[in-house]
């Protein structure tokens, strides 16, 4: 069975988007489409990037445990807060502190906002910048708007048949970029 680690990208208190990682997760299990992992940075809670793990002395445990589960993973699903129109450091800072790791892995990746304008520049930023890497990035989008109205804090849809609809297709592209890899 395929494995999927899903990166829940917000580490702030009262964080919106890691309802959507919770979901998603839920989502691919009881389907029973693939293993996952969660990789969720506010429980990792990296130092700022200083250097590319490869090239670290001394990492972290906690730092070496991420980059295993990334690479035992067949496939890495971020799930990204909008900030500022952006993603947050959080994300980048991960991003950057692997290199090798990230070529040639598949990739999709949603967004989530408060609000009701969609995540769309957000998710073509991450893209933009992974392809750079060498990422393999599905192009299928998945973006949730007024988070708070579509899901609760321990991930559960509140309009089930709406969320579904769009996780669907954008689960079922990533799944199948995997298997043909």
Do not use: C
């Not at 990492?59 to 993973?73: L, N, Q, R």
């Amino acid at each position: 069975m395929k494995k999927i680690a899903i990166i829940s990208g917000s580490v702030r208190d009262g964080r919106m988007s890691h309802r959507v990682s919770l979901y998603v997760q839920n989502y691919i299990s009881d389907h029973n489409l693939a293993k996952t992992e969660m990789l969720d940075l506010k429980k990792y809670l990296f130092p700022l990037f200083t250097e590319r793990l490869m090239y670290q002395k001394d990492p972290d445990p906690k730092t070496v445990d991420f980059a295993g589960k990334f690479t035992e993973a067949d496939g890495i699903l971020i799930i990204s807060p909008v900030y500022n129109g952006s993603f947050p450091a959080s994300i980048k800072n991960v991003i950057d502190l692997l290199y090798q790791e990230w070529k040639h892995k598949p990739v999709a990746i949603a967004s989530v906002t408060y609000t009701t304008t969609p995540g769309i520049a957000t998710i073509q930023q991450l893209q933009t910048l992974l392809l750079k890497l060498g990422a393999l990035v599905t192009p299928q989008l998945y973006t949730v708007v007024s988070v708070n109205q579509m899901f609760d804090e321990a991930g559960n849809s509140l309009q089930p048949d709406n969320t579904e609809k769009f996780l669907k297709p954008f689960i079922e592209e990533f799944l199948w970029m995997i298997d043909k890899l």
